[in-house]
DNA sequence: CACTTGACCTGTCCGC
DNA sequence: TGCGGACAGGTCAAGT
């Protein structure tokens, strides 16, 4: 579910919160969710404290003063959830997506020496918290492979290119490929070719080089807008308070199928590329 | 190697 | 109201 704006909301708002804090206490319900050995988590996260909050690609890494990192993917359904010590009951004074928390899907619980608590829920349990020393993070599988973060400032037209370039398969495909490009996913690659005017089933090499310039324009500023409007909430995702995100209240195909083409007027439809929902207007994006 | 498909899980919604 | 099947925003592993 988070793709890369969802994921740098949580990021902002942890970082925020967390900063000094030091963990005391540590819960987990699903192996899966937290692997690694209980003697390791006593030994490098117990008494440590929270020095940064860093994101590369959809990956939270929760920087600690044992130089240990808890790193974070939230997958599908996966939230980070913070309460400061007066605010466990349920609700108020935020009108959050969640209530009282843990709940059913808490498969993680972080406590601070304050008495404040960090949440990893995660219905699907797809997600993950792994703790692993800072400097073996880059190494790991995932961060060998992954692609440019897209909103780098040296990232550029010319580079985006390039990396689409060397795939022939459909563009919806090669960019939720996140060895070509990171962080972007289901919403983003619909909402970013509806803006280029690119039919998701195109394949790379029968696009033209202005429509992927464009795409390439599309899709940071989708994103930026994003970042700015606390992300997209459809079902699961909250932020690091529990609140939702708005920018699906802007998203122009997503989940809109039915609805009218805010350009052309034309009905939009759903069909299925990579194996993904994908929402396009057929007038806009030919194929 | 590039590319596609199924698996990992739980929950919800839709049609019968 | 109950039940089966499709589907949900992401990656992996295993297949071609």
């Given at each position: 579910?988070?793709?890369?704006?969802?994921?740098?909301?949580?990021?902002?708002?942890?970082?925020?919160?967390?900063?000094g804090?030091?963990?005391?206490?540590?819960?987990h319900?699903?192996?899966?969710?937290?692997?690694?050995?209980?003697?390791?988590?006593?030994?490098h996260?117990?008494?440590?404290?929270?020095?940064?909050?860093?994101?590369?690609?959809?990956?939270?890494?929760i920087?600690?003063?044992?130089?240990?990192?808890?790193v974070?993917?939230?997958?599908?359904t996966?939230?980070?959830?913070?309460?400061?010590?007066?605010?466990?009951?349920?609700?108020h004074?935020?009108?959050?997506?969640?209530?009282e928390?843990?709940?059913k899907?808490?498969?993680?619980?972080?406590?601070?020496?304050?008495g404040?608590k960090?949440?990893?829920n995660?219905?699907?349990?797809?997600?993950?918290?792994?703790?692993?020393?800072t400097?073996?993070?880059?190494?790991?599988?995932?961060f060998?492979?992954v692609?440019p973060e897209?909103?780098?400032d040296?990232?550029?037209?010319?580079?985006?290119?390039?990396?689409l370039?060397?795939?022939?398969?459909?563009?919806?495909?090669v960019?939720?490929?996140?060895t070509?490009?990171?962080?972007?996913?289901n919403?983003?690659?619909?909402?970013?070719?509806?803006?280029?005017?690119?039919?998701?089933?195109?394949?790379?090499?029968?696009?033209?080089?202005?429509?992927?310039?464009?795409?390439?324009h599309?899709?940071?500023?989708v994103?930026?807008?994003?970042i700015?409007?606390?992300?997209?909430t459809?079902?699961?995702?909250?932020d690091?308070?529990?609140?939702?995100?708005?920018?699906?209240?802007?998203?122009?195909?997503?989940?809109r199928e039915?609805?009218?083409?805010?350009?052309?007027?034309?009905?939009?439809i759903?069909l299925?590329?990579?194996?993904?929902?994908t929402h396009?207007c057929?007038?806009?994006?030919?194929?």
């Amino acid at each position: 579910m988070p793709e890369l704006p969802e994921v740098e909301t949580v990021r902002l708002g942890l970082s925020k919160l967390l900063l000094g804090k030091k963990v005391t206490h540590i819960e987990h319900d699903w192996p899966k969710s937290f692997p690694g050995s209980d003697a390791d988590a006593r030994a490098h996260l117990i008494g440590a404290i929270i020095q940064a909050v860093n994101r590369r690609a959809k990956v939270l890494m929760i920087e600690l003063s044992s130089e240990y990192s808890l790193v974070i993917h939230l997958k599908m359904t996966g939230q980070l959830v913070f309460r400061g010590e007066q605010s466990f009951g349920s609700g108020h004074p935020n009108k959050s997506l969640i209530g009282e928390l843990p709940d059913k899907s808490t498969r993680v619980t972080f406590t601070f020496a304050d008495g404040s608590k960090l949440f990893f829920n995660d219905q699907r349990k797809f997600g993950w918290v792994r703790l692993l020393p800072t400097v073996e993070v880059p190494a790991i599988d995932f961060f060998q492979k992954v692609g440019p973060e897209p909103l780098a400032d040296d990232f550029t037209a010319k580079d985006f290119i390039a990396r689409l370039r060397k795939r022939k398969s459909a563009i919806k495909a090669v960019l939720l490929d996140q060895t070509v490009v990171a962080g972007i996913g289901n919403i983003y690659a619909d909402e970013s070719l509806w803006a280029a005017k690119i039919h998701p089933l195109s394949k790379v090499p029968d696009i033209s080089e202005s429509k992927l310039k464009l795409l390439y324009h599309e899709l940071r500023a989708v994103l930026r807008l994003s970042i700015a409007k606390g992300g997209s909430t459809d079902k699961n995702y909250v932020d690091a308070e529990g609140k939702r995100g708005s920018y699906l209240t802007f998203a122009k195909v997503f989940r809109r199928e039915g609805q009218p083409c805010p350009r052309c007027g034309t009905t939009i439809i759903k069909l299925r590329v990579a194996g993904r929902g994908t929402h396009i207007c057929p007038r806009c994006q030919r194929v």
